[in-house]
């Protein structure tokens, strides 16, 4: 069973940087392959990027290029940096762990002036 926690959003400046990290539990294979998901209000769930067990990496073209996706293996981690952070980057920031469907909760991303 996977078990998946993000942390770290908040309230930044358009600008600005945050750091996500979700917090990963479960089988080897559950969590080979981990994504970063984003949800606005009033929009649909979309894929911002991903990290495949081998390290390579995925991005959706509105984050490509300011956003970073890492993991540490030895700690069941996963991050996403984000840098020159812009308005409609305001959304619910979910982990995703793609073998498993699995999703966490969600952490609030707010990004305003």
């Known amino acids: 069973q996977v078990h998946l926690v993000e942390s770290g959003g908040g309230l930044v400046q358009p600008g600005g940087s945050l750091r996500l990290s979700c917090a990963a539990s479960g089988s080897i294979f559950s969590l080979e392959n981990m994504a970063w998901y984003r949800q606005g209000l009033g929009n649909q769930r979309e894929f911002v990027a991903l990290i495949t067990g081998g390290g390579g990496t995925n991005y959706a073209g509105s984050v490509k290029g300011r956003f970073t996706i890492s993991r540490d293996k030895t700690k069941n981690m996963v991050y996403l940096q984000m840098d020159r952070l812009k308005p409609e980057d305001t959304a619910v920031y979910y982990c995703?762990?793609?073998?498993?469907?699995?999703w966490g909760q969600g952490t609030q991303v707010t990004v305003s002036s």
């Open positions: 995703n762990a793609v073998n498993a469907n699995s």
